[in-house]
């Protein structure tokens, strides 16, 4: 089995890396939430007018205007109630405005991630929510990586078989941790490996190169 995320190779369909990454991002959205505020205010101009109406629709960014009311929280609440039938806990009670509910389901989803990644059916489902939710306040917060794709991990498991999960590195930070290492299978490349590692991806493209033009 894969990873559904890295496609590592895993015992479940969600690897433990892209989990714990999955719940670093789900820690943020009650910070995340209140950056949005900053976001709704018109934008320029207004959009064409309805038919049958004397007005334009109100210049308002929808995006940022549906995370700011249950575009974070609902589908997590659906996890979250899930979550509580299985383990029979109490049922979820109103919670008051919607930073309340974000707040209180990314709690208790944090608070029981070791028992979801265990016995959650979902698991994978509630994994994509995460990150789809936190690829839409990144893009409406304009948080926009600078990371850079670099290749494929040539990384071997016990049973031979590569790795092949996407290598991203951020130039900016090189220069202070003078490494790169595979969010997948967690081999680090250490500054006095980086020219081995480029020589491995650079064959690996070639190789990868001539057989399709041999097609």
């Given amino acids: 089995m894969k990873c559904l995320f890295c496609r590592r190779n895993n015992d479940q369909i969600v690897c433990i890396n892209c989990w714990q990454f999955a719940l670093s991002q789900l820690k943020k959205?009650?910070?995340?939430?209140n950056d949005l505020e900053d976001e709704l205010q018109?934008?320029?101009?207004?959009?064409?007018?309805?038919?049958?109406?004397?007005?334009?629709p109100l210049p308002v960014r929808l995006e940022t205007l549906y995370l700011r009311t249950g575009g974070i929280s609902h589908n997590l609440m659906l996890h979250e109630q899930q979550i509580r039938i299985e383990l029979?806990?109490?049922?979820?009670?109103?919670?008051?405005?919607?930073?309340?509910r974000i707040t209180k389901t990314c709690e208790y989803i944090y608070t029981?991630?070791?028992?979801?990644y265990k016995k959650y059916?979902?698991?994978?489902?509630?994994?994509k929510d995460i990150q789809d939710i936190s690829g839409r306040i990144n893009f409406v917060l304009g948080n926009k990586s600078e990371e850079v794709t670099i290749g494929t991990c040539p990384s071997t498991d016990d049973k031979g078989e590569?790795?092949?999960?996407?290598?991203r590195i951020n130039p900016n930070i090189l220069t202070t941790y003078s490494e790169i290492k595979c969010r997948a299978c967690d081999t680090?490349?250490?500054?006095?490996?980086?020219?081995?590692?480029?020589?491995?991806?650079e064959s690996a493209t070639?190789?990868?190169e001539s057989s399709s033009q041999n097609i």
Avoid: M
Avoid at 43 to 56: A, I, L, W
Avoid at 112 to 116: D, L, Q, T, V
């Fill in 42 to 56: 018109p934008s320029k101009g207004y959009g064409e007018r309805v038919s049958g109406t004397k007005t334009p």
């Fill in 88 to 100: 029979k806990h109490t049922k979820i009670t109103w919670r008051g405005e919607e930073i309340n």
């Fill in 121 to 127: 059916d979902d698991i994978d489902q509630l994994t």
């Fill in 188 to 201: 680090t490349w250490t500054s006095d490996k980086w020219r081995l590692l480029g020589r491995i991806i």
């Fill in 29 to 33: 959205f009650p910070e995340k939430y």
């Fill in 112 to 116: 029981h991630e070791e028992w979801i």
């Fill in 162 to 167: 590569i790795c092949g999960a996407i290598l």
């Fill in 206 to 208: 070639n190789k990868a």
